[in-house]
């Protein structure tokens, strides 16, 4: 290859790389941000996955604030946030995981989610908003969770029962989720 030919294929390169980026910047969303609940994870979740539900429930800011998010933005009425399977599953995980701490806090103190609403109440009769949509954590789990063919998300989705999987001290991300 002459050097002249050389230098041809390179400036064709670099003209072609500096042409594609304004147009992959500035059609890219940006992902949901999982962080606010990240960091209740982080401050109330101890290392053996047990919840400080009486200092949550005195500091609920920023749980609040994360379900607000969730109950104005879903994969269902926000699809470009959410362009694959895996943020998708680390939504629908992190607000399954969210609104089990905000049942749990919006009635706390108890002993058992079983004396919230009376034995499986808790799950079926207590509502909480995504994308606009109310639903109930069995409507989630079953309906939308389960869909995904996941057999990690018995490992993943708490119900705060003793029986249950620990609660990570992370918020799942997209990224992670294969790891």
């Known amino acids: 290859m002459s050097f002249t030919t050389l230098i041809k294929t390179l400036a064709i390169s670099v003209l072609m790389i500096v042409f594609s980026l304004p147009v992959s ?4 969303k940006e992902a949901f941000d999982h962080n606010t609940f990240h960091q209740v994870l982080q401050k109330y979740v101890d290392e053996n996955g047990y919840v400080n539900y009486n200092a949550l429930k005195s500091n609920r800011t920023e749980l609040d604030s994360y379900i607000e998010a969730l109950a104005h933005t879903s994969p269902s009425n926000s699809p470009s946030l959410f ?3 895996n943020s998708k599953l680390a939504y629908w995980i992190n607000a399954y995981n969210a609104f089990t701490l905000r049942g749990i806090i ?4 108890t ?13 079926w ?5 995504t994308g606009g949509k109310k639903m109930s954590l069995r409507a989630l789990e079953n ?14 989705i708490v ?8 609660l990570s001290r992370e918020a799942y991300v997209p990224e992670r989720l294969e790891a």
């Open 111 to 123: 002993k058992s989610v079983r004396d919230i609403h009376a034995l499986y109440g808790f799950f």
């Open 106 to 109: 919006d009635n706390y103190p």
């Open 143 to 156: 309906e939308i969770i389960r869909k995904f063919n996941e057999p990690r998300i018995h490992f993943a």
């Open 83 to 85: 362009p694959d399977k």
């Open 25 to 28: 910047a500035s059609t890219r």
């Open 125 to 129: 009769r207590i509502k909480f908003t």
């Open 159 to 166: 119900c705060a029962s003793e029986g249950c999987p620990r």
